[in-house]
C-alpha cells in the first residue's frame, strides 16, 4: 500500500471520528430537547390546575388569586426554563468541544501513524502544536461550564424558596439593543421595566422578555420574588385587572 493511500485512509478516519461525535452530540441534544417539551406540558397542565383553584377563592371578581401555590407554579416553569436554557448551550459548547478536540487529537493519532507507518522519526515540535490547542479547549469548556451552572442556579430552587408580592408602580418600559462588537455577531436585545421608587426617581429593574410583555400598561403591578437567604429572583409581574394577592 502507497503512502499517498495510507493517507487518505487515515484522513477519512479522522473525518469519520469528527463526523460520529458531532452527529452524536446532535442526538442528545434532540433528546433533550424532546425531553424538556414533555415537562414543560406537565408543568403546564399543573399551572392550569392551580389557577382554576386560585380564581375560585375571588368569586365576586373573578380574579386569580396570587396562592402560594400559583407562585410555586409559575416560578418552577421560570426556573426549569432558565435551567434547560443554560443546559442547551452547554450542550451547544459540548458539540463544538468535542469536535475541536477530537479535531486536535485526530492531527495527533495521524501524525503519529504517519510517522510509523514511514518509518520516520516523530516531529516531537508539530505532536506538541496538536496537544496544547487541546489542553486549552478542554479547560476552556470546564471553566466556561461553571460559569454558566453558577449563572443558571443563581435563584433559589422552587420548594426551597419564599414567595414575596410587592406592590410597584410603573411609569413605563424599554427595550435597549446592545450592539456587538464583531459585526459578524447578533445584537443583543434587553428589557426593562421602570417604575416609582416614592422618592421622584425610577428603579430600573432587568426582565426576561415574557415579563417585559406581561406589562401592557402603567400603574400599579404586582412583582413576585422568589427569595431564600440573600437570594433574591424576581420572575413575574401581574396586573392588577386580572391578579390579586392572597390575604
Request: charged share 20%; with cysteine.
Amino acid at each position: 500500500m502507497s503512502d499517498r493511500v495510507k493517507n487518505i485512509l487515515i484522513g477519512f478516519l479522522g473525518v469519520l471520528v469528527l463526523v460520529g461525535m458531532f452527529l452524536l452530540c446532535v442526538r442528545i441534544m434532540q433528546n433533550s430537547e424532546k425531553n424538556y417539551r414533555g415537562h414543560y406540558d406537565e408543568l403546564q397542565a399543573e399551572r392550569t390546575r392551580v389557577i382554576g383553584e386560585a380564581r375560585k377563592l375571588d368569586p365576586e371578581e373573578g380574579k386569580i388569586v396570587l396562592t402560594n401555590d400559583v407562585l410555586k407554579a409559575d416560578y418552577q416553569i421560570f426556573y426549569d426554563g432558565r435551567q434547560e436554557g443554560a443546559s442547551t448551550f452547554g450542550k451547544i459548547l459540548l458539540v463544538f468541544t468535542f469536535v475541536a478536540a477530537g479535531f486536535c487529537v485526530v492531527s495527533a493519532v495521524s501524525m503519529i501513524l504517519r510517522a510509523r507507518l514511514r518509518n520516520e522519526p516523530l516531529n516531537i515540535l508539530r505532536l506538541v502544536l496538536c496537544i496544547v490547542p487541546l489542553i486549552f479547549i478542554v479547560g476552556f469548556y470546564f471553566v466556561f461550564r461553571s460559569a454558566l451552572s453558577s449563572m443558571s442556579n443563581s435563584g433559589p430552587k422552587p420548594e426551597e424558596a419564599q414567595y414575596k408580592v410587592y406592590s410597584i408602580d410603573v411609569t413605563h418600559k424599554q427595550t435597549k439593543i446592545i450592539h456587538s462588537s464583531d459585526n459578524n455577531s447578533s445584537d443583543t436585545t434587553r428589557y426593562y421595566v421602570y417604575y416609582d421608587n416614592g422618592k421622584g426617581g425610577e428603579y430600573e429593574l432587568s426582565v426576561t422578555s415574557s415579563m417585559y410583555d406581561s406589562v401592557t400598561s402603567t400603574g400599579l403591578h404586582y412583582l413576585v420574588a422568589a427569595e431564600k437567604g440573600n437570594k433574591k429572583d424576581y420572575f413575574a409581574i401581574y396586573s392588577t385587572d386580572s391578579y390579586k394577592p392572597a390575604s
